[in-house]
């Protein structure tokens, strides 16, 4: 990518973050978190759990979000998360509580989805009858695997690096800077791939892999440096404390606005990047540029490239099998009384 068509690409961006009017789409995102951050960090606290171990995750992600949130946010989501781990007695207890977490964890997803497609104009693929509910909801569940695969990757290389960095130390004295480097590079390199399966997968149109690259890049450096940045208004303005009881809250909400404003213009920076190179096929999709008539035109093509709106039988499968894997997990791990074996009379 040139320097000229890189700030052509970050001009259209910022006038179609405007058009679409993403702080709204932000604030939609920022609502239904509330509702799912509970949920989503205890079936990924759950999955990645089974390899490292309940708690050593829960503290992980803990820690990480204490230079986020501060000391006040952290505290209130550890406390729901105690709550929501308390054990549920009973199969059919548990079995409501296993479809509450799930469809809890798959609901940000979803407003993710469809804040995506507000962004590709995409208004005639949106999921109707069960079977676009069940794909809608399969979709969500594979962002979600796809998100505990990353923070597993993540954790290996965190130990990786800190068994490295007790060994060189005594080695070599540049560890100190070499390492902390490393970690960063290997951070982007995650959250990059993390932006381009959410841009890729998620919305309903087909994305080249060369036009999802650079937005997941872009938001992946802003989201880096922008973390850090909210980190520090929040803990600077006080927020917990103008705020009394409703801190927390504010604190988690203000957090996850912000992110999504970077997260949704890496997404505007996707489609103007596909925009420069088939401007033509981006056009039948814009409501705004098509008449009646090419609507109809557009919705053909969408539905010629999906199949009538449906996953090929292929892809289907594979997502059916990756969330089935994880449902088992997920099952045989909230519920292990059921695979021990009977006590002999």
Known sequence: MSISNFWKILKN????????????????????????????????????????????????????MSALLGTKGTDAIKDMLEQAARPQTGLQAGTIALLTLLAGAT??????????????????????????????????????????????VSLVFSAVLAAL??????WLPVSGFVLPVLDLAISLMLLTGLFAMMFKILPDVEIKWQDVWPGAALSAVLFTVG???????I???????????????????????????IFLFGAEFTKAQ??????????????????????????????????????????????????????????NHLFPERRQPPSDP
């Open 13 to 64: 961006s910022g006038t179609q973050y405007l058009a679409d009017q993403v702080p709204r789409l932000g604030a939609a995102i920022a609502y239904y978190t509330v509702f799912s951050i509970v949920p989503l960090l205890t079936v990924t606290i759950t999955l990645v759990g089974l390899i490292f171990g309940t708690e050593a995750v829960q503290s992980h992600i803990l820690a990480q």
């Open 107 to 152: 609901g940000l997803f979803g407003e993710i989805q469809g804040s995506l497609n507000t962004i590709w104009r995409i208004t005639s693929t949106q999921a109707t009858g069960i079977w676009g509910i069940l794909r809608s909801r399969l979709l969500s569940l594979l962002a979600l695997l796809g998100t505990a695969f990353l923070l597993i």
């Open 165 to 170: 960095s007790t060994w060189y130390s005594r």
């Open 227 to 233: 973390k850090y940045a909210i980190g520090i208004y």
């Open 235 to 261: 803990v600077t303005t006080e927020l917990a404390s103008a705020y009394g009881a409703a801190g927390s809250l504010v604190i988690l909400l203000t957090w996850v606005y912000y992110s999504s404003q």
């Open 274 to 331: 596909a925009d420069l190179h088939s401007p033509r096929s981006s056009a039948l999709t814009d409501p705004a540029l098509v008449s009646p008539l090419g609507d109809k035109l557009a919705n053909s093509v969408l539905h010629k490239q999906h199949g009538s709106g449906m996953l090929p039988v292929p892809r289907t499968r594979l997502l059916t099998s990756l969330v089935a894997i994880g449902v088992v997990l997920l099952i």
